[in-house]
């Protein structure tokens, strides 16, 4: 091979190291933008979830492996157990009681979680009571010092029904492909690196 050819064989891999840096850095920024529109949009009010503990919010996660065009990869998700549920919507059971235990306004924090659970609504109030709901055969529990101060602290449920409403997928689709999105990030990550 000649001096000419190998030197241009050894700027093309210098190219090609140059590409893969830039790759993987616009992937990296790609997914840092992703995951905070995803956050605004989805995750931190409507019209996504509400943030009530934020497990949720903060088990979304972000990697970009590998080290060659054919092995960069970008991986986002999650492990929440209950992701998937607001994915894709579903029907929630009990798994080892009879009903959900659903609280209601008197029982809950501002962010609307519970402030005490059932056994210990039970244990704390010297009277308590199941009383039929509206929609039979939904339960709710009351309780208080006494009958006259009992306030509802929770619906009892044989299932609740989520929709579909944390909208992941939909929200990457529209990323990806916006022109201000993934490829933007992609271009200019790349177009620096070959630059050098």
């Given at each position: 091979m000649s001096a000419k050819n190998n030197a241009a064989l050894v700027r093309l891999n210098k190219k090609g190291k140059h590409l893969e840096v830039g790759l993987k850095k616009g992937l990296e920024k790609g997914l840092d933008a992703f995951h905070e529109l995803f956050q605004d949009t989805r995750l931190r009010g409507r019209p996504g979830l509400r943030v009530r503990t934020g497990n949720l919010l903060q088990s979304f996660h972000h990697r970009v492996t590998g080290s060659?065009?054919?092995?960069?990869?970008?991986r986002y998700g999650t492990n929440?157990?209950?992701a998937a549920k607001h994915e894709f919507g579903g029907?929630?059971?009990?798994?080892?009681?009879?009903?959900?235990?659903?609280?209601?306004?008197?029982?809950?924090?501002?962010?609307?979680?519970?402030?005490?659970?059932?056994?210990?609504?039970?244990?704390?109030?010297?009277?308590?009571?199941?009383?039929?709901?509206?929609?039979?055969?939904?339960?709710?529990?009351?309780?208080?010092?006494d009958e006259a101060s009992a306030k509802p602290m929770f619906v009892l449920v044989k299932s609740v029904t989520i929709p579909k409403r944390l909208h992941l997928f939909k929200t990457w689709r529209h990323f990806a492909?916006?022109?201000?999105?993934?490829?933007?990030?992609i271009k200019i990550a790349v177009a620096g690196a070959l630059s050098k």
């Open positions: 060659t065009l054919d092995t960069i990869t970008g929440s157990s209950y029907k929630i059971t009990p798994k080892k009681a009879k009903f959900l235990t659903i609280p209601l306004d008197d029982n809950k924090t501002a962010a609307g979680v519970a402030r005490m659970d059932a056994s210990t609504v039970i244990d704390t109030f010297a009277y308590h009571a199941f009383l039929p709901a509206a929609n039979p055969p939904n339960l709710v529990l009351v309780a208080g010092q492909k916006q022109e201000g999105g993934l490829k933007k990030h």
